[in-house]
């Protein structure tokens, strides 16, 4: 039953780094059309830069499902230099506490 959960959080995190990818090529791709809509026609479309926005914001949001889960975030390592292996086990349990609340509040 573990198994298969974590399996499918697996599976889940992978499918939101990959949306979070394809929103950032698509939102390239408008950009890269509102440019060239620009410069040409002089002429701009307000939807464009409103999907952009709202991709990018998606692509940071769903992405970051994905960073959590291949632990590549950005962390203060120096800081467990000076800590012991209890003190370090105890500022990531209340690390990992606050963010829980922080994403429970949101």
């Known amino acids: 039953m573990i198994k298969n959960y974590l399996k499918f959080c697996d599976y889940t995190a992978k499918a939101c780094g990959a949306f979070a ?3 950032l090529i698509f939102s390239i791709l408008v950009i890269v ?3 060239f809509e620009r410069y040409f026609f002089q ?3 307000t939807w ?3 999907l952009v926005t709202m991709l990018l914001v998606a692509s940071t949001f769903i992405g970051s499902a994905y960073v959590l889960s291949e632990k590549a975030h950005v962390s203060m390592e120096w800081i467990y230099d000076f800590l012991s292996k209890k003190n370090i086990i105890k500022l990531i349990l209340i690390s990992k506490m606050a963010f829980l ?3 429970n509040i949101i």
Do not use: D, M, N, P
Request: proline share 0%; hydrophobic share 55%; glycine share 6%.
């Open 21 to 23: 990818v394809g929103a």
């Open 33 to 35: 059309e509102l440019v």
């Open 43 to 45: 002429r701009a479309i």
């Open 48 to 50: 464009q830069t409103e």
């Open 101 to 103: 609340l922080f994403k």
